[in-house]
């Protein structure tokens, strides 16, 4: 026999490659068909009430995968237990009942994102609250995500800037930072927060006010307050209001965190406000109490802290190679008679970079903005901060602290020196100064020069009525001699010995009533 008679004939080249590539269509159709039988398997719901449902069935659910019952309700699967699955609902139960079926979807809970979220208001699932039509949104991304790794953070160094003197000058806050606004209700928190999305209209900053179990007029003011300062078409607006079910508030703040994270990862700068974590925190104890997980300390789960230090650590500066975006969260959280050691006040304060704490006590004074500057703190602190405020106010922290204490001490009637009397007037100027009406946002020069004025005794022989009236003239005086100053001082350059002289000779002719001229060194 011959050597070729002893072999099959080779197959075609074409015919081969037709076989493998109809073999793959084969393994594909039956991948889709199995996973499809797998999704049609049906579920019963056996209890269903105040927010949450359990149901049977569906033995291969995964845990926090979203389930449609059969009114379209949606559900997160959120206690996999041996008899039985403890559901999240995303919507009212009004329609549900026992008996009712539900339906595996395959995929977990995601929201839209992209450019065509701005100037938008929606919730936490996407759906628009804004009667401006439906999203065009081509892209979802799901609400939990994985915090980026420590080797692709950068280290926090610009500033993001508020426009109020007493945060920007004395609690710096940089892009990447986690700042807690803590205080009393009616405080002023809200306000501080929404300044600062405010200032950021002119920027490359975008801001999202993400509002957590808010009262809907609450919120629509927030809405009014950004459209009227030509701020909401670069904000997002998420909102759940204290009438959604707890599963809806427990998810909006991660739902806000992805959309702040697909801007990040564009290379975009942007900061969330999370108003307030306090009902966030009280959602997730319903919830759970609810699917009988064991309570702890005042009842709240023992993963309360994990909840909350998974979705802050979301907020980073992204390495340059990575694109070099941030996201910069503003969470709030609400005490109760100033009680900042309280649980979850405590938990926040140790995940966060630091705090700016809003006293009741300078609030019925009427010094508002009321920001308590020895109780607050920043822990990245001058690192981000232009460099033109660490030469003026340097000391100002310090010398105001030691103001507040030697006020107090003064109220006994005791006879006070000569220096220890100067200081308290100086005190008192300082915290004339740093009153600020909302929405009145400063510049950063505008904030410098009068702090330099301030720190040099400027307006020392000035009446405590007529500080904010001169300062505000002052700032006027500056708008266009110091144009020069303005430039390096916002382009990041340190301010010089002969732009601090200039700054300050300017402010003397101003405060002293000679006009204001153009600033020595401002060619």
Same mark, same amino acid.
């Given at each position: ?73 949606? =559900? ?15 919507? /009212?139960?009004?329609?549900?009942? #026992? ?25 936490? +699932? ?34 993001? /800037? ?17 700042? %807690? ?51 909401? =078409? ?43 974590? +306090?009902?966030?925190?009280? #959602? ?5 109490? %609810? ?54 006040? +405590? ?54 602290? /030691? ?34 009406? /909302? ?63 200039? %700054? ?16 020595? =060194?401002?060619?």
């Amino acid at each position: 026999m011959s050597e070729t008679g002893s072999r099959s004939a080779p197959m075609p080249p074409r015919l081969g490659s037709t076989l493998d590539e109809l073999g793959a269509l084969v393994d594909e159709a039956l991948q889709e068909w199995t996973g499809a039988l797998r999704l049609r398997e049906a579920g019963t719901v056996v209890q269903v009430g105040e927010g949450v449902a359990r149901i049977r069935g569906l033995a291969r659910t995964r845990s926090e995968e979203l389930l449609r019952f059969a009114d379209g309700t949606l =559900g997160i699967a959120f206690n996999l237990d041996e008899d039985e699955i403890g559901v999240v609902l995303l919507g /009212q139960d009004d329609s549900l009942s #026992a008996g009712s079926s539900v339906r595996r979807t395959g995929r977990v809970v995601d929201v839209p994102v992209g450019d065509e979220l701005l100037g938008r208001v929606i919730d936490a +699932t996407g759906r628009p609250l804004d009667e401006k039509g439906p999203l065009r949104a081509q892209t979802r991304l799901p609400v939990e995500r994985r915090a980026p790794a420590i080797m692709d953070r950068a280290p926090v160094a610009q500033p993001l /800037q508020t426009g109020i003197k007493a945060v920007d000058a004395l609690i710096p806050v940089g892009r990447g930072q986690r700042e %807690l606004i803590v205080g009393d209700r009616q405080t002023g928190k809200t306000a501080v927060a929404v300044d600062t999305l405010i200032n950021q209209r002119d920027s490359d900053v975008i801001g999202i006010y993400c509002a957590i179990g808010q009262r809907g007029a609450a919120v629509a003011q927030v809405i009014q307050d950004l459209r009227s300062h030509r701020a909401l =078409g670069s904000c997002v607006v998420l909102y759940s209001s204290g009438d959604d079910p707890p599963g809806l508030q427990f998810v909006t703040p991660y739902a806000a965190f992805s959309i702040a994270e697909f801007f990040m990862e564009k290379g975009r700068d942007v900061v969330v406000v999370l108003d307030d974590l +306090t009902r966030h925190a009280r #959602a997730y104890r319903e919830l759970s109490l %609810l699917l009988r997980r064991p309570p702890g300390r005042e009842a709240y789960p023992g993963d309360i802290f994990y909840i909350h230090s998974r979705l802050l650590e979301r907020a980073t500066h992204l390495r340059e190679d990575l694109g070099g975006g941030s996201i910069t969260a503003l969470p709030i959280v609400e005490t109760e008679e100033q009680n900042i050691s309280a649980y979850i006040p +405590t938990n926040l304060i140790s995940i966060t970079d630091g705090q700016i704490y809003l006293s009741p006590e300078l609030f019925r004074k009427g010094h508002l903005p009321a920001i308590d500057v020895g109780k607050s703190v920043s822990r990245v602190g001058g690192k981000a901060q232009l460099p033109a405020y660490r030469a003026v106010a340097g000391d100002l922290r310090l010398s105001y602290s /030691q103001f507040e204490e030697l006020e107090t001490f003064s109220r006994f009637g005791t006879r006070l020196d000569e220096e220890t009397r100067r200081r308290i007037e100086r005190g008192r100027r300082v915290r004339e100064i740093l009153k600020q009406p /909302q929405y009145a946002l400063l510049k950063p020069t505008d904030q410098i020069v009068v702090l330099l004025a301030l720190s040099e005794g400027l307006f020392d022989d000035v009446a405590l009525d007529d500080i904010s009236s001169r300062a505000a003239a002052l700032r006027e005086a500056a708008e266009d001699p110091l144009e020069a100053i303005r430039d390096r001082i916002e382009s990041g350059e340190a301010l010089s010995d002969e732009d601090r002289q200039a %700054l300050v000779e300017f402010a003397r002719r101003v405060l002293q009533g000679e006009g204001s001229g153009a600033a020595d =060194g401002d060619a």
